[in-house]
């Protein structure tokens, strides 16, 4: 999920068992916004 606000953008990760919020800037690039989640998903796959 991701949620765009005025001041920051915050994307929700949802693993098997855990939610991850992870909040960044709104004005960081696309492309490293999903580097981002892609790192967040294969770090939190085994929670």
Do not use: F, S, W
């Not at 992870?22 to 916004?33: A, G, H, L, S």
């Amino acid at each position: 999920m991701h949620i765009e606000r005025q001041k920051i953008t915050q994307i929700v990760v949802y693993p098997k068992r855990k939610t991850v919020y992870v909040t960044m800037e709104p004005n960081m690039d696309i492309k490293r916004k999903l580097e981002i989640v892609e790192l967040i998903k294969k770090r939190t796959a085994k929670l």
